[in-house]
Structure formats: C-alpha cells, structure tokens
C-alpha cells in the first residue's frame, strides 16, 4: 500500500524559508515523478512543481526561482526547499506521485496523495 507522508510545516515570517519533506513507503520510489501541490484558503488545489523520475524538474510561475525540488531515492524522500516566502504561500502543501515517470501539472495524473502540511507565512 503506498504511503506519503509530509512533514515540516509551520509558521514563518515573510521573507524566510522552510523545507518539506514527503516520505514514501510501497512504492518502488525510484520509478516514479513526484510532486507538490497546494491549496490555499478558499482556493483549488494549485500545482506547485514536479520533479521527474531522471531528475529534472518544472514549477509553477509563482514560485520559480524562489523553490526548489529534490530528491533522495535512497531514503525514498522528496522534498520542498522553500525560500523568499510570501503571506500569498500560505497553504496546505501536499505531495503526489505520479503514475509514471515524468509528470505534469495536471492533477489526474496523480495517483496517491499525503495528508498535507500546513505553511503558514506571517506578514
């Protein structure tokens, strides 16, 4: 049965930073594109990035240059580095796996979900 668990939330000032992290167990991790959404207060989920099986990774305008995606198959881990971060951030951040081994920004793609993280910037 495959697990995602997220952790690493929490409250930060504008400006500052936070990491994520998604632990994924039943799944050959390896294998498969992973990535982060997020959903606001009174807003859809929105997709944040991906980060393919091969390493390569896409994001959402809003948060390019500010975000990062990585990472460890060895720990069978991803995670979110979160940097510059804005009230606008403010969300429940959830990571997905993907059904294969790139991935995109649509939803249906996705297979599994964790049960989110709440980030919450301070202005």
């Known amino acids: 049965q495959v697990q995602l668990v997220e952790s690493g939330g929490g409250l930060v000032q504008a400006g500052g930073s936070l990491r994520l992290s998604c632990a994924a167990s039943g799944l050959t991790f390896s294998s498969y594109a992973m990535a982060w959404f997020r959903q606001g207060p009174g807003k859809e989920r929105e997709f944040v990035g991906v980060i393919w099986s091969g390493g390569s990774t896409f994001y959402a305008d809003s948060v390019k240059g500010r975000f990062t995606i990585s990472r460890d198959n060895a720990k069978n881990t991803m995670y979110l580095q979160m940097t510059r971060l804005k009230p606008e951030d403010t969300a429940v951040y959830y990571c997905?796996?993907?059904?294969?081994?790139?991935?995109?920004?649509?939803?249906?793609?996705?297979?599994?979900w964790g049960q989110g993280a709440q980030v919450t910037v301070s202005s």
């Open positions: 997905a796996q993907n059904r294969g081994h790139s991935g995109s920004s649509y939803k249906g793609e996705y297979d599994y």
